[in-house]
């Protein structure tokens, strides 16, 4: 599958799409943060202004300005999610190919993924969150430590699948070195499912980091989505006034939308590591292609089709859609005495006729 198939196959998804254009906008905010924002996150102005001009989201207790916090807050969030999520689908990953491959190291590797995976991740974060000191690199490490078993669990299952395909042990018959099969087959191979995992990794980290930020186990020096919630929490008029509207709204909103484009995005990548999802989910128009496509000559390995239901109905061979099994055959038809191409009915019966290019197969 080459890399402009896969755009293709990822574009053909709306959810992907939109989820691409929404992630696309927080990171051109995050990256645009220091020309966007028309003041310093860390200057102080009067408390408690309302949104105008001047500040587009008011200010907070403190004389800080929202929106230049909510700028911060999205370079923190995504740089923390990002790194994160990337380190450890990388260690993830190669631990999965590793433990695919060697049973032996396999085993021992699982019954460590499997200790990770019985403790709830979020709670032990919290616990070990509260005694170390707070802030970016701790957080990073914390995520890192609990993000790969999931990776490796979902790697390793895709290589025992693929260690199993003929390029596999095509390589194995002409002496290749484990290394080179596992660093030019395997890995690649495992690379959709785990950008899979990459995107839920994502996720699951902005929204850890708010959550801890919310608790006050973030550092409070930084420009956070967390951390600005947990400092509207503890206004005291926060609900009977006003001020929730730009205060608590737009980073709570910020959060959904960043997970909402990340869960998008995730679906569209499923698509792309799952070819029953995306014959299932492919529309008929994507399919023209192959709906005049008869069978190879000589080939030995059966496949299945649906038959379009008119195309049948005007040929007055079956009523509605019917699954037939088409397979290479010496026997001659009973119809017409080809000996090239003959089906049977869904229910393993006789055989009917020879179809040959009369039927369009999708």
């Not at 206004?235 to 990340?262: E, F, K, R």
């Not at 292609?289 to 000589?298: I, L, V, Y």
Request: proline residues 6%.
């Amino acid at each position: 599958m080459t890399l402009r198939h896969i755009i293709s196959i990822f574009l053909e998804d709306r959810l992907a799409r939109i989820g691409l254009l929404l992630l696309a906008l927080f990171v051109g905010a995050a990256v645009l943060a220091p020309w966007l924002s028309p003041h310093d996150p860390h200057r102080m102005f009067d408390g408690m202004l309302p949104p105008s001009r001047d500040h587009l989201l008011g200010t907070n207790d403190l004389g800080y300005d929202l929106f230049a916090e909510l700028l911060q807050g999205a370079r923190y969030s995504l740089a923390l999610a990002a790194s994160a999520a990337v380190v450890s689908t990388l260690i993830g990953a190669v631990l999965g190919v590793v433990a695919g491959y060697y049973r032996g190291a396999g085993f021992v590797l699982m019954r460590l993924v499997d200790v990770f995976l019985a403790v709830p991740r979020f709670p032990l974060i919290v616990l070990i969150a509260a005694f170390a000191r707070p802030g970016f690199l701790t957080l990073f490490l914390f995520f890192v430590l609990f993000g790969w078993p999931s990776v490796a669990r979902i790697v390793r299952a895709r290589i025992l699948t693929e260690r199993q395909q003929e390029y596999v042990l095509a390589a194995h018959a002409i002496g290749a070195p484990g290394r080179r099969i596992m660093l030019r087959h395997l890995l690649p191979a495992s690379l959709p499912v785990a950008f899979v995992r990459f995107v839920a990794e994502m996720q699951h980290v902005i929204m850890a980091e708010a959550g801890l930020s919310f608790m006050g186990l973030g550092n409070p020096t930084t420009r956070s989505w967390g951390m600005t919630l947990s400092y509207a929490s503890r206004y005291p008029a926060l609900l009977i006034t006003d001020v929730w509207q730009w205060w608590v709204l737009p980073p709570g909103l910020a959060i959904t939308l960043i997970c909402l484009a990340l869960a998008f995005l995730g679906l569209g990548l499923e698509r792309v590591s799952n070819p029953r999802l995306r014959a299932a989910a492919a529309p008929a128009g994507i399919r023209k292609s192959t709906e005049n496509r008869a069978p190879r000559k000589g080939t030995t390995r059966g496949w299945t089709r649906y038959a379009r239901s008119h195309q049948l109905e005007r040929e007055g061979l079956v009523s509605g859609l019917v699954r037939l099994t088409m397979r290479s055959s010496a026997a001659p038809c009973l119809s017409c005495g080809s000996s090239r191409t003959v089906c049977q009915d869904t229910d393993g019966g006789a055989e009917i006729r020879c179809i040959k290019k009369q039927a369009l197969f999708q």
